[in-house]
């Protein structure tokens, strides 16, 4: 058990719609990683937060946005949902901004 | 195209073999290299890390050989398990370091045979 807890696990919705996926960090740790993985793309960073701020961005789309709240909990919404956005998506988090990063167990979204 | 990459998409062992899962990188000037292990549906996980003033580092049953000469990296896991069946990702830290200059390859499915 890595301390990252993700909600939810499983996700099917239509095209057009919007989720929200929810991330708790590992007690203490302020840097909270969203990540996309799909078959045929890998693991790909898509953001990051440190302590509430946005810190770097990768490869999110702009239908894709995120935020860190003040207790640390991060939130990864993602809207006009088109079948390329089903995959998995992992929050990680980290103490330091080093690579070991604490990965959740994910959410698959699935896109119909 | 992707700095990191991995010469094998699956690599399949016997039990108690030593495994080999090999990786190429592109960029030079990365800082350091770290491989995760991804058990079906979970998480990557952290395995070992390896600066790029290192050539060798060794864990628990592992062992991780840095070539900066021919830019590749390799993990070699000692007397394979089933536990150790997973994909096996490296990954690339470069832009000062931190978690964003993060690059994970495409992964390399370990199959352990009985």
Redesign the interface.
Same mark, same amino acid.
């Given at each position: 058990d890595?301390g990252?807890t993700q909600t939810p696990k499983h996700l099917i919705t239509a095209t057009g719609q919007r989720v929200t996926l929810r991330c708790s960090p590992r007690s203490g740790d302020l840097?909270v990683?969203w990540y996309q993985q799909s078959l045929d793309q890998?693991?790909q960073?898509l953001i990051?937060y440190y302590n509430g701020e946005e810190?770097?961005k990768?490869n999110i789309l702009e239908r894709f946005s995120a935020q860190q709240f003040p207790d640390l909990h991060s939130e990864l919404n993602l809207s006009s949902l088109e079948l390329g956005d089903s995959a998995l998506y992992?929050c990680?988090s980290?103490t330091y901004?080093? $690579? =070991?990063?604490?990965? $959740? =167990?994910?959410s698959r979204l699935t896109v119909l | 195209g992707?700095s990191v990459g991995l010469h094998l998409p699956t690599l399949s062992v016997q039990e108690g073999d030593n495994s080999i899962i090999n990786c190429a990188y592109s960029n030079s000037a990365s800082d350091?290299f770290?491989w995760y292990k991804q058990e079906s549906?979970?998480?990557?996980?952290?395995i070992i890390?390896i600066r790029s003033n290192m050539d060798k580092r060794q864990g628990q049953r592992v062992t991780v050989l840095l070539n900066k000469t021919v830019k590749h990296l390799s993990l070699q896991i000692a007397a394979t398990q089933p536990g150790d069946s997973a994909v096996y990702?490296c990954?690339e830290?470069n832009s000062g370091?931190?978690?964003?200059g993060?690059?994970?390859?495409?992964?390399t499915h370990l199959i352990i045979q009985p």
């Open positions: 890595s990252v840097s990683y890998g693991l960073f990051q810190r770097a990768g992992f990680a980290s901004n080093t $690579g =070991e990063l604490f990965f $959740g =167990e994910g | 992707e350091y770290i549906g979970k998480g990557p996980q952290f890390d990702f990954a830290v370091g931190g978690a964003d993060l690059t994970f390859g495409k992964g």
